[in-house]
């Protein structure tokens, strides 16, 4: 077994890592940025080293600089956790190359044919596998496209071949839609993913996403652990994740794992993975292979037993796996709800800010994967993620009251938080009886019902709008018996949060986000990067129009004029990193 691991990552997943390491009595290196000199993960680790600046790409994505802290922290072995650098290919190569450092995840060449998502296709094919319908090749002609929408019928996915998340998928619902939709799919491609290159799909209406897990061991052994149900996103992102699936009947699940098995066997993987479905009407189709460990590992873990990351490492150490696939049992149901910093009232904008409380649930079935406390900073600079809240009973229902109770003690204060939301689907009817689709929350979630959750179960964000009252809470105690008395300045409380939700100066995605500095100049709200730019000089723009999108903690942001002008000065292109306060548009 190794002695050190350097865990290239941040946050939770950083020290979900580091405790499977610290379990087999391995010791611990974080690397960090220039913004997370006091974060969790550093402070969980043994040792730790600042690799850059607080952007990414200067710091957790150097891959030069991660190879050589392993290499001077006298490392074993480096396991990537998800996101970063965990499906890059190149990164995997350079450091089976290393002499002494071990890649804690699939073979690099493994990883390069799981991950092109029409690589993948073909080996899945090849290995007997229903997969989505659509071109095993690349495409770049209009008319091709065409002929795909003419020969699947509309709708049509066109996909870039490294995109994720719903990022890089144009949906074409018509001939006409295809050349903007072709552009714009390889646009985002290119500044995502560095790779415009993109393949078409049929798109499914209304599916449900399902995923298996599969762990894989350098002795030919290939194990599922059943099926995980991702179906509820909200445009293409997960935002809770259940094990096992409520729509899967035993016979399609023994099917769809013995699927997932056989295809990992083909394509000579080892370690963690996981096989991405569609299903609908009673079909099965493969999607995609992530070649890492996901976000939603724990309720696999949960209803299983079995401790993926560890395996990940005794796997990487080249141990066989210990137990047949007789021995996997699902014990139970298990819920993850992903709490992040994002205003759900307010189309999820991502509201960085200070944890000022931050009390998570305890007790029986709960679990909290996290890396933050209470007083940290939750910062812009990344994914919007402050904990994921996993909830587990004997059975679905079980678990469902068991997370109204969780998510009812999970107490947060400073910034919004997607808890809200959660609370909402434990109330939704279509939710709980377990028939939603990967359209649901798109075509149905209310508006007006998410801000009722927000004033009803919201946090007090430290916000700007300036209308909240201040209130003092004191106990008393009448007779011995315990009250809890608020008292309220006076002052009356603006409903809903008070803030007008269009009126001032234009924002994200059509809602208050003040997104626009006084004279002219339209800046940037927070840090991130430009993934298109709207207009350029001499446009005539109205109030409203949107000049640009950003990309801040992985959300998309439409950034708006707040009044009408003439362009006078576009200093940004698409892929450009911006700054809080940087100008992106000057209007005259
Ligand atoms: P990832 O699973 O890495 O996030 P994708 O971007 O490929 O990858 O897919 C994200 C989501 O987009 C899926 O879970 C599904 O909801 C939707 N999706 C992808 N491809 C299709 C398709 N052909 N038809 C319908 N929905 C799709």
Known sequence: MFEKVLVANRGEIAVRVMAACEELGIETVAVYSDADRNAGHVDYADEAYNVGPAPASDSYLDQEEIIDVAERAGTDAIHPGYGFLAENAEFARKVEATDDVTWVGPPSDAMETLGEKTKARTVMQEAGVPVVPGTTEPVDDPDQVRDLGEEFGYPIAIKAEGGGGGRGMKIVRSEAE?????????????????????????????????????????????????????????????????????????????????????????????????????????????????????????????????????????????????????????????IEYRINAEDPANDFAPTPGPLETYKPPTSIGVRLDHAVAQGDEIGGDYDSMIAKLIVTGEDREHCLARSKRALDHFDVEGVHTTIPFHRLMLDDETFVAGEHTTKYLDQELDDDELDRAVDRWGSEAASADGDQTSTDEIAVEVDGKRFDVVIEDGLPRAPNGGATSDGSAGGSSGSGNPNVAAAGAITAEMQGTILSVEVEEGDEVAQGDVVCVLEAMKMENDVVASTSGTVDAVPIAAGDSVDMGDTLVTLE
């Open 178 to 334: 295809v050349e903007d939709a072709l552009e714009s799919a390889q646009r985002e491609g290119e500044a995502y993913f560095g790779n415009d290159s993109v393949y078409v799909e049929k798109y499914l209406e209304a599916p449900k996403h399902i995923e298996v897990q599969v762990l894989a061991d350098e002795h030919r052994n290939v194990r599922h652990l059943g099926e995980r149900d991702c179906s509820l996103q909200r445009r293409h992102q997960k935002v809770i994740e259940e094990a096992p699936s409520p729509a899967l009947d035993a016979d399609l699940r023994a099917e769809i794992g013995e699927a997932a098995r056989q295809g990992v066997r083909e394509a000579g993987y080892t370690n963690a993975g996981t096989v991405e479905f569609l299903v609908e009407d009673g079909e099965f189709y493969f999607m995609e292979v992530n070649t890492r460990i996901q976000v939603e590992h724990t309720v696999s873990e949960e209803v299983t037993g079995i401790d993926i990351v560890r395996w990940q490492l005794r796997v990487a150490a080249g141990e066989e796996l210990a137990f047949s696939q007789d021995d996997v049992e699902i014990d139970g149901h298990s």
